[in-house]
């Protein structure tokens, strides 16, 4: 094989190619970080005609403030759960649809679309499926099942509206990968474990499973990223992070007290704080990352 | 010469022409950001064309910026890049923050630098006194506000054998505990709903029944105030609400209006308590049943009850734009408060017409006979000179305080709090908003 390899023969041209990228990313990722965390500092009115250093004070309220804690472990069980509903059914379609021979482009393509749609559309989708006055499942389920379903005034029943259609988007994201992931999986070692006897469960746990745990992680990693991010669309259109706060997660808060409350003070040291925790999630997949070019190379 | 250098001297000469143009003929610009979108978007353009039409200096250009709290927070992006509107519209929950900006040029000023005599004792004073300060000075110009009534299915009362309501004479809240029990005897799912809970049963029920919502009368004096909701009346009465949830007397049906509304149209409902803006609504999506308006439910105790408050929003001028200008902002405000711009509004849009003379002009019209729904909110706001107490409120970080009574009401409608707990929760909670508030303007 011939390897295409280019060599720059000046270093000033890489930094030219570069740079275009490192403008946006500092335009749009280190300037506003950089003043979020000052603002942070910050006391202020919304105009910025008096704004006062303060220190920790805007940190300080807020780890003293019971109902941010609460919305942290908010936010922890929401990310939880929307991981857990979609990767696992995410892997289930991508195993059956890498199993189906005939038609798969076509399910596959069906399966992805959900991904294309904007989280505060899905969440609008799920509301008039599930909202007590007007959703056709839920005055269903009450008519014909009898079931009591209000998630207005039930906190379980509006995480659980929630979590789904946060989740029912993201399932086709992790579809995509696991999909790729198995469809790496050498057919080798499966025939020859089928030869040995071993039944499709056992296969799976014991062939596929470990060999798609790169995919998993990796997976994991971006569906709580999107959950604690992106799932801010669905939080606003369908609880508003109701009943009684709960299911205000913490971007949503952000949201409430930046931009319809003007706390820019708080509300830019909860996005300080948020960003710390992504930053910490995001080390882990590097790690990771580097350990996975070990395994393999 | 070569064509690249005739292009640049016919640009040249294209540009001067055009400068000098606009410098004679051009009109000064008034630009207007508001939250007015569709038919309400129409009838503002159609106010701001009668303005532009009438005369040739100014030219008011509205922009629809989005939702309230959207174009609030292009006017704090505006004002920090030195490029504010001259006018905003801004919800009432946003007054203080306004007002507390540095940022505003009071319109009572402005009209008076302008050589404007106005007589404010012709406005609707519940409306303008929700804008004034302290000494009763108008701060902003009201624009479109409301009030929340009571709609009731005619047909299901009939049903329950229960007599119509009084468009004018307010029920109390006894008869209306008889009115649901009957109305769920019957069959009907529930009794009543109620949209925007703080705004219309604690809000609105402190004004109606001149129960202090906070100290230094509502926060009009001073930002040191403190929540006072937890009060035994407002408690009882949200106590009494849980107590009609066993029967589906009262029952949930959301903190905006879509929920409620739907269990009202669904006819799950007999009683429904929204703004008057629910008027259109309706009777775009009623087709079955009749349905009617009444004042809002009144404690039997209360002999006189207080005008209710409204809700809406009203115009800011924002200072530091070229002098010249400010006279075409009070012109137009002057146009926008005049009789056929407020009658046009009303008529259109259902909001209040803000002077006693486009009211009277209308009655004289007789617009009143032929939509007497339009008259209940309206009189129910005027019944009476507003007091300190029920003139309205003004607290900062106000939508943050309506957030947490709505989260401390949800607690106490499911059941996880008693009426008092939630409320003495609500002040507490919301006092810490208030110091925080007060700690910015110290």
Sequence with gaps: MIKKRSYFKSRTLAYV??????????AFFYWPAVQGIVASFQLSDPFGFRTRFVWFDNYIALFSDPLYLQSIGITLLFSGSVAIVSISCGLFLASMANRALRLTSLTRTLLIWPYAIAPAISGILWLFLLHPSYGVVAIGMEKWLGIDWNPLLNSSNAMLMVVLASAWKNISYNFVFFLAGLQAIPHSLIEAAAMDGASPFRRFWAITFPLLSPTMFFVTVMTIIFSFFESFGVIHAVTQGGPGGSTNILVYKVY?????????????????????????????????????????? | MSKSKC?????????????????FAKPIEINWWHAMRGARGEVVQKIVDGFNNSQSDYKVIPVYK??????????????RAGKQPHILQSFEVGTQTMMMSGAIYPVHQLMADKGYKIDWSQYLQPVLSYYMNADGNLMSMPFNSSTPVMYYNVDLF?????????????ITWDQMGEITGKLVKSGVKGGLVTAWQSWTQ??????????????????????????????????????????????????????????????????????????????????????????????LPVESWMKEPQNSIIGGASLWVFKGLPKKDYAGVAAFLKHLAGNES??????STGYFPITLTAYDQLKTDGYYKKNPLQEVGIKQLTRRIPTKISRGLRLGYFIQIRNIINEELELVWSGKKTAQQAMDNAAARSNVKLREFERIYK
């Design chain 2, 158 to 170: 009939k049903k329950a054998g229960i007599p119509m309501l009084s468009k004018e004479k307010p």
């Design chain 2, 342 to 347: 407020q009658i046009l509004w009303h008529k």
């Design chain 2, 202 to 295: 604690i809000e609105n029920y402190s004004a109606i029944h001149n129960i202090p919502f906070a100290t230094r009368a509502n926060g009009y004096e001073g930002l040191d105030t403190v929540l006072l909701i937890n009060n035994e009346k407002v408690v009882n009465h949200i106590a009494r609400l849980k107590s009609w949830m066993a029967d589906k007397r009262f029952y949930y049906g959301g903190q905006k209006y879509q929920g409620p509304k739907s269990e009202f149209i669904a006819q799950n409902a007999g009683l429904y308590i929204d703004s008057i803006s629910g008027i259109a609504k309706l009777k775009k999506a009623v087709h079955d049943f009749t349905w009617d308006v009444a004042p």
């Design chain 2, 66 to 79: 989005g939702s309230y709290d959207e174009v609030v927070n292009a006017g704090v992006a505006a004002v």
């Design chain 2, 7 to 23: 292009f640049w001297l016919v640009m040249a000469v294209a540009m001067l022409i055009s400068f000098a143009g606009s410098a």
């Design chain 1, 256 to 297: 409430q007290d930046g931009f319809i409350g003007l706390n820019l003070g708080s509300s830019s040291a909860q996005s300080v704080v948020l960003m710390g925790l992504i930053i910490l999630i995001t080390v882990l997949q590097f790690k990771y990352v580097e350990r996975k070019v070990q395994y393999t190379g």
């Design chain 1, 17 to 26: 190619l570069i740079l275009p990228q490192l403008l946006i990313t500092a």
